[in-house]
């Protein structure tokens, strides 16, 4: 069965420094997001990606975070300068969004868990 | 708006008991709700959903959910708890398939032996 992988599972960086995640999501889906989940608490939407553009973005998803589909596989999340509540495990999603049963589900991949010091 | 409540932070069960885990959202307009499970470690793993039709909905896992449109809930059901079912569940309204998931704080479901 298809799924969403990212890469790399775990992360450490200095603060200030830029990473930029990786995700592959599932081949014939069309809409992307990626989410975060600070430990023990909620999971945060950050932002959704369709047809190359941003559709929608939270407040989390300041001038520090951009997202780039640079080719047909890979959908990336950049922080610029990473900062200590940056630490988060960041998810990325992935939707088929055409018709038909179960286009609406979003499925995730297993995170990154990013740790700023 | 949306947003979502899970008021237990933890459900205690004994295996071969029923269980439930309880979600109650606000959504504008007609509302599709998820269930996601998050086994340690992982990531968060599709349980199933309400969109439309029957208000009783079956997943994987033999895992279903009532959704009540006057309650606003859309409580999480098993009739007979495995351990194996011990992980952290979570319900995600939206207002639209395209919308950003809402998720609710989770509920950590503990089966014990």
């Known amino acids: 069965e298809p799924e969403v992988t990212q890469t790399p599972s775990h992360q450490v960086t200095q603060m200030g420094q830029e990473v930029i995640l990786r995700c592959v999501p599932i081949s014939n889906h069309l809409y992307f997001y990626w989410y975060r989940q600070i430990l023990g608490q909620k999971v945060e939407f950050l932002v959704s990606?369709?047809?190359?553009?941003?559709?929608?973005k939270s407040e989390i998803f300041d001038d520090q975070f951009s997202v780039e589909r640079p080719d047909g596989s890979n959908f990336t999340l950049k922080i610029r300068s990473t900062k200590l509540e940056d630490s988060a495990m960041y998810f990325c999603a992935s939707r088929r969004g055409t018709s038909g049963r179960g286009q609406e589900t979003q499925y995730f991949g297993p995170g990154t868990r990013l740790l700023v010091l | 708006a949306q947003s979502v409540a899970q008021p237990e932070d933890q459900v205690n069960v004994a295996e071969g008991n029923p269980l439930t885990v309880k979600c109650t959202y606000s959504?504008?307009?007609?509302?599709?709700l998820f269930w996601y499970v998050q086994y340690p470690n992982r990531g968060l793993q599709f349980l199933l959903k309400y969109i439309t039709g029957d208000n009783l909905v079956k997943g994987s896992y033999g895992f279903e959910a009532e959704f009540n449109k006057s309650q606003t809930s859309f409580h999480l059901k098993k009739p007979s708890a495995l351990v194996s079912d011990s992980a952290l569940y979570f319900c995600a309204p939206t207002r639209d398939a395209g919308n950003m998931l809402t998720f609710g704080g989770g509920t950590r479901l503990m089966v014990k032996p």
């Open positions: 990606f369709y047809n190359n553009e941003i559709s929608e």
């Open positions: 959504v504008s307009g007609n509302p599709y």
